[in-house]
């Protein structure tokens, strides 16, 4: 009987172990990708944006893919507005939630430092600013399933959708909660660096008491295929937008010319 049960439960591992394996072998990412883009503000080139996915370790117990973002501005951009900003997402890779956002802005003479931690069990969230003569710390609540900035774009690679299907998710961040949706809108081809490629191009719709209060307005073009690569963005800010166009990528499972 012993010999038995000990059978089925290597049977039962040897099970889920392919299930994971499969699991992996499926996913739309992978750690090591990076993926820079070409970043330009209306019709002049303003920089370059990068994003990168690796392995975070682990937060509360909590095995975390880190998602690091550097924007920088180049030297002609930089005489109007310099920009170089860092952000860190440590994303729960069971379940898909954030768990410790970092964020470094420098932004002409906006400077800041924040630090965000989650608890995603409880709802609840803090997040400590750092400025010169000390640090300010608050609580908040946070919505179900948190996400910040970045980790809705690989939230969004996880999905399964077609044109004309919404998108739910939640975002809590600097001490606010918005409830976002994600249109699926349409399919456009785009010439990338994979070559010409169909992709949809997804849209946010965000509850107006949301729009007074963020600038996370964003739509997101990712590739019809298993791999889901955002290949371009477009951010609206109160003076105009961004359009960020990937111009290299490293291991996303897509072929590239490198």
Not at 72 to 97: A, C, G, H, M
Not at 179 to 205: A, D, Q, R, Y
């Amino acid at each position: 009987m012993k010999i038995t049960k000990i059978l089925i439960l290597i049977c039962l591992l040897i099970l889920l172990s392919l299930s994971l394996l499969h699991a992996q072998e499926k996913a739309s990412f992978k750690i090591g990708e990076k993926l820079i883009y070409s970043t330009n503000f209306g019709i002049i080139n303003a920089g370059t944006f990068t994003m990168s996915l690796e392995d975070g370790g682990k937060i509360m117990g909590h095995p975390c893919y880190l998602i690091k973002t550097l924007s920088r501005t180049n030297p002609v951009f930089d005489l109007v507005y310099k920009i170089r900003d860092e952000t860190e997402s440590y994303w729960d890779k069971d379940q898909f939630v954030v768990r410790k956002f970092i964020k470094r802005i420098s932004e002409g003479s906006w400077k800041q430092y924040r630090i965000h931690y989650y608890f995603p069990e409880d709802t609840t969230y803090y997040y400590v600013t750092y400025k010169k003569g000390g640090q300010t710390k608050k609580q908040s609540t946070s919505l179900v399933d948190p996400q910040d900035t970045y980790t809705i774009i690989y939230w969004v690679r996880l999905q399964e959708f077609d044109v004309g299907d919404t998108l739910h998710l939640n975002i809590s961040l600097d001490g606010d909660n918005h409830p976002i949706k994600l249109l699926v809108e349409k399919k456009e081809i785009l010439n990338t660096v994979f070559g010409e490629k169909e992709c949809f191009k997804i849209i946010p719709i965000i509850p107006e008491v949301s729009q007074k209060r963020t600038t996370i307005v964003m739509d997101i073009w990712v590739t019809d295929d298993e791999y889901k690569i955002p290949v371009k963005l477009v951010i609206d800010i109160k003076y105009g937008s961004f359009t960020l166009m990937l111009k290299d990528a490293e291991n996303t499972g897509s072929r590239t010319n490198n």
